[in-house]
């Protein structure tokens, strides 16, 4: 609570299809184009109610 995007560490991007990595890429450039948080990009044979991306992430306030 209280963190913004400023704050994230770390993301874990689950994807339904990776040949939408490039996209998904472009888009989240949008969100974090400088320090850029550690991330990992996980293929997903299924998610929740059929969407087609998920991310988990951990944010840090000092």
């Not at 994807?15 to 996980?42: G, Q, W």
């Amino acid at each position: 609570a209280g963190c913004s995007l400023n704050d994230v560490v770390s993301v874990t991007v689950f994807l339904k299809d990776l040949s939408h990595f490039n996209d998904f890429n472009e888009v989240y450039s949008d969100y974090f184009s400088e320090n850029r948080p550690a991330r990992s990009t996980i293929q997903a044979a299924a998610l929740p109610k059929n969407v087609l991306v998920e991310i988990a992430a951990i944010a840090y306030k000092k």
